[in-house]
């Protein structure tokens, strides 16, 4: 199939302080979420000015992108819409109808497959689609790329220019803690996101020559009922751990996320950091990947996969992800009773 053009597809973030409430409303509208609670996750992106950072990474990404689709002469426009804040997937697809484009390829702020990583962004598509209605664009989204060489590639130098802080004589004993948005436990059972996780992990470990013993995959960023059991263990809980077994350093890598977006500088630079800050343990952060030069490169060439057929590149135990999701693939988890706080309770921007 033939694409006219690219589309970025976001979570959204407020972009000043008026923005928070508003934000905040529409990630969690119908749900019956306190406004208490709303109040309390509101205080996270005050504490930063009121702004995510996740529109401005979005930005410079795509201007990175189009550099780059530039150099290979791929002469494609980039549009971008977000599921919970401005520019809003529904007007972003009535102002590619209107440019005439009728076919778009769709690049999701996530590398791994789950319902609330892949699943509902699709979901998000085909509902704005049908909002807009007559002549709106088809749009097909890129495989996810966990495993793709440059993504492990880019991941790695980021670990590497982290544990690059930690002094030379204690840095082969350094332990690895790789971190990704916990989920809940049942929608982790219908989907491959702790699979994709681990083999990324092991991926960019072994390209660091880091025995198994030095890393373990951590999670963070839970949200909803205490009695609903999720993703574990918790990062401060495993930083705990570490000291308590006569740890002096770790490498804080938040290799399930792809910017340094609200929750990577709130859970990790804010709550992890004091934590480790408390206990005396050394801890140095890795940045995401953001907009690495071999992390753009990898989005062109998942691009040509498409537009032109280049090869499907891969490392690892699995292979190339499928380019279409099957009709059951990654189902959503279980409606929430009113009131309990769902898996967006504390928005991954």
């Given amino acids: 199939m033939s694409y006219d053009a690219i589309l970025f597809v976001s979570f959204g973030g407020p972009e000043g302080p008026d923005d928070v409430m508003p934000f905040l409303e529409n990630v969690t509208r119908g749900r019956g979420i306190p406004r208490e609670r709303l109040l309390e996750v509101a205080e996270h992106y005050q504490h930063f000015g009121g702004v995510s950072p996740i529109n401005g990474q979005c930005r410079e990404l795509i201007a990175a992108l189009r550099a780059e689709l530039d150099k290979h002469g791929i002469d494609l426009p980039i549009y971008w819409g977000n ?9 972003t697809l009535s102002e590619m109808r209107d440019a005439g484009v009728k076919s778009a390829l769709a690049y999701v702020t996530s590398a791994y497959s789950s319902w609330s990583g892949c699943r509902q962004y699709r979901e998000n598509i085909e509902a704005a689609r049908a909002e807009i209605g007559d002549d709106v664009p088809q749009v097909d989204k890129i495989r996810v790329f966990y495993n793709h060489p440059d993504f492990i590639d880019a991941s790695a130098d980021r670990l590497r220019e982290a544990l690059g802080e930690i002094p030379e004589d204690r840095r082969d004993a350094a332990r690895i803690a790789f971190t990704a948005h916990s989920v809940p436990n049942s929608m982790a059972d219908t989907c491959d996101y702790v699979k994709q996780l681990t083999e990324a992990c092991r991926l960019v470990a072994e390209s660091l020559g880091i025995s198994d013993e030095r890393w373990d995959l951590v999670y963070q960023s839970r949200s909803g009922r205490p009695q609903d059991p999720w993703l574990e ?10 000291h308590g077994a006569g740890v002096a350093d770790v490498a804080v890598t938040p290799v399930g996320f792809l910017s340094d977006h609200m929750e990577v500088l709130f859970d990790l630079d804010e709550e992890a950091a004091l934590a480790c800050q408390e206990m005396g343990l050394n801890m140095v952060r890795a940045g995401t990947v953001g907009s690495h030069p071999q992390f753009v490169q990898m989005l062109r060439k998942l691009i040509q996969e498409r537009l032109a057929g ?7 135990r699995f292979g190339p992800n499928h380019d279409v999701c099957p009709i059951d693939c990654c189902p959503g988890p279980p409606r929430r009773p009113a009131g309990g706080p769902p898996a967006s309770a504390r928005p991954s921007v």
């Fill in 83 to 91: 599921r919970n804040w401005h520019p809003y997937l529904p007007d």
């Fill in 233 to 242: 263990p918790d990062i401060v809980d495993h930083l705990k751990s570490l």
């Fill in 310 to 316: 280049a090869p499907r590149e891969s490392v690892g």
